[in-house]
């Protein structure tokens, strides 16, 4: 009993401490506020004390002159490690460049540039400069002749004879100096200042070469500088690589347009040829037509060695790509006069030439570079068969197209031998007449 009446004594004893504990803490918590009363907001926090003033305005101006003078020791930091960056650069480029020299390699590029010379009787357009170089000639006429260079580039992927465009077929839409000639650009020179130009190229090359090409029907500007680019790539010419383009319609529906017009371009294709012979201090001047380009490039030469006997025999070759003159006319009254201007007339002709066949029933009359009724043989003429080296629809271009002919040209310009000579050519008797052959690939 002793124990247990301890034991609820000390419950009893807790129970009244804890009671007390209890009340001190309900007195010592403020009471509630009446209900519906709103609670009032916290009191802002006191603001941050501002910072201490300086204790003079010059201790503040030494410090912003301090910022300054940072700022502009850390730009001149920047500007010194670009102009080494670039230094560096630039030394890495003429050592690669030297490099490239000294190993007899040129700098690795996927095309090359060809600059080509031209003469044209076309007008040019007047704003000139604002146009791709390819729209700034049109196809009307001109009164006087323009005179300038072109640049055109070739993909070190070319193949010989092959004028590389866009195909459609291989959803090619844009022009690709990896994969296309293209002409690049085109400018304008006075006369004189493109003769003196043409006369550096020309003393520049072994032996003073140039040529003067002057193309068929069907032709727009760009093509004929595209052209004439891809002829001195393909020939490896060494000199001046030269073109006339006269106001050519480019269309296939302009064949009885552009008859006129190289009838009318006479004169102008005869003055260049001149100024060529004069102007131009080439010792090897050639000259190449083709097509319809024949029939102006032909009749001017003969205009010229008439009325000027000292330039007879001043054109080292005269080439006649499927010529489109009549036959009649070729042998009576131009080639005589042709050999009197030059020591070296050159022929090439072919059976397959669609674009020679629909001129015959056009002008009711066998073309001089058609085959199919018979070789043109005129003394002091060499005729070169063709027929089958030219795969293509039309099988008119081939002497810019064929590998074998133009390998032959090629062999003309190196060392100026005639036919009878050249190599692979095979020579065929008819009457008392020969002619050569080229054959086609086996």
């Not at 002409?183 to 003393?203: C, I, M, N, T």
């Not at 009649?328 to 131009?334: A, I, N, P």
């Not at 009197?340 to 009711?364: I, M």
């Given at each position: 009993m002793g124990k247990q009446m301890r034991r609820i004594l000390c419950l009893v004893l807790a129970a009244l401490v804890l009671a007390g504990c209890s009340k001190?803490?309900?007195?010592?918590?403020?009471?509630?506020?009446?209900?519906?009363?709103?609670?009032?907001?916290?009191?802002?926090?006191?603001?941050?004390?501002?910072?201490?003033?300086?204790?003079?305005a010059a201790e503040a101006a030494a410090r912003a002159e301090a910022q300054r003078r940072a700022a502009a020791a850390e730009a001149e930091a920047r500007a010194r490690q670009q102009r080494d960056e670039t230094a560096r650069q630039a030394a890495e480029r003429a050592a690669r460049a030297r490099?490239?020299?000294q190993s007899g390699k040129a700098p690795q590029q996927d095309f090359v540039n060809v600059d080509v010379f031209y003469a044209t009787n076309r007008t040019p357009v007047a704003t000139f400069a604002s146009l791709p170089p390819g729209d700034r000639f049109t196809a009307a006429s001109a009164r006087q002749l323009t005179y300038g260079t072109a640049r055109i580039s070739i993909p070190k992927s070319h193949v010989a004879g092959e004028l590389e465009s866009p195909r459609w077929y291989l959803l090619e839409f844009k022009e690709d100096p990896k994969q296309h000639?293209?002409?690049?650009?085109?400018?304008?020179?006075?006369?004189?200042?493109?003769?003196?130009?043409?006369?550096?190229?020309?003393?520049?090359?072994?032996?003073?070469?140039?040529?003067?090409?002057?193309?068929?029907?069907?032709?727009?500007?760009?093509?004929?500088?595209?052209?004439?680019?891809?002829?001195?790539?393909?020939?490896?010419?060494?000199?001046?690589?030269?073109?006339?383009?006269?106001?050519?319609?480019?269309?296939?529906?302009?064949?009885f347009t552009d008859e006129q017009t190289i009838a009318r371009s006479v004169p102008m294709i005869e003055g260049f040829l001149a100024d060529m012979a004069d102007r131009s201090g080439a010792q090897n001047l050639y000259i190449i037509g083709h097509s319809m380009g024949t029939r102006g490039l032909t009749?001017?030469?003969?205009?010229?060695?008439?009325?000027?006997?000292?330039?007879?025999?001043?054109?080292?070759?005269?080439?006649?790509?499927?010529?489109?003159?009549?036959?009649?006319?070729?042998?009576?009254?131009?080639?005589?006069?042709?050999?009197?201007?030059?020591?070296?007339?050159?022929?090439?002709?072919?059976?397959?030439?669609?674009?020679?066949?629909?001129?015959?029933?056009?002008?009711?009359?066998?073309?001089?570079?058609?085959?199919?009724?018979?070789?043109?043989?005129?003394?002091?003429?060499?005729?070169?068969?063709?027929?089958?080296?030219?795969?293509?629809?039309?099988?008119?271009?081939?002497?810019?197209?064929?590998?074998?002919?133009?390998?032959?040209?090629?062999?003309?310009?190196?060392?100026?031998?005639?036919?009878?000579?050249?190599?692979?050519?095979?020579?065929?008797?008819?009457?008392?007449?020969?002619?050569?052959?080229?054959?086609?690939?086996?």
């Open positions: 001190r803490v309900v007195h010592e918590l403020p009471p509630p506020p009446p209900e519906g009363t709103p609670v009032p907001p916290p009191p802002p926090p006191p603001p941050p004390p501002p910072p201490p003033p300086p204790s003079s490099e490239a020299a000639i293209i002409l690049q650009d085109v400018a304008r020179l006075e006369k004189s200042p493109f003769f003196a130009r043409l006369y550096d190229r020309v003393g520049a090359s072994h032996g003073s070469n140039a040529f003067v090409f002057v193309h068929g029907y069907n032709v727009s500007f760009r093509d004929a500088a595209r052209r004439t680019a891809q002829l001195a790539y393909d020939l490896r010419f060494d000199g001046a690589p030269v073109f006339y383009s006269w106001p050519s319609q480019a269309a296939l529906s302009g064949y009749q001017a030469i003969r205009n010229l060695v008439t009325k000027r006997p000292e330039l007879r025999g001043r054109f080292r070759g005269i080439i006649l790509a499927a010529p489109d003159i009549d036959a009649k006319v070729f042998r009576t009254e131009l080639a005589p006069v042709l050999q009197r201007a030059s020591g070296r007339v050159t022929l090439y002709a072919s059976s397959e030439d669609l674009a020679l066949k629909a001129s015959k029933q056009v002008n009711r009359g066998p073309r001089a570079g058609d085959t199919s009724e018979g070789v043109v043989l005129v003394s002091g003429v060499d005729t070169i068969d063709v027929s089958g080296v030219d795969e293509s629809v039309l099988a008119h271009s081939y002497f810019m197209e064929s590998d074998k002919v133009m390998g032959d040209i090629r062999e003309m310009f190196r060392a100026n031998q005639p036919a009878a000579q050249r190599k692979p050519l095979q020579s065929v008797k008819l009457g008392t007449g020969m002619f050569w052959k080229i054959l086609p690939p086996p």
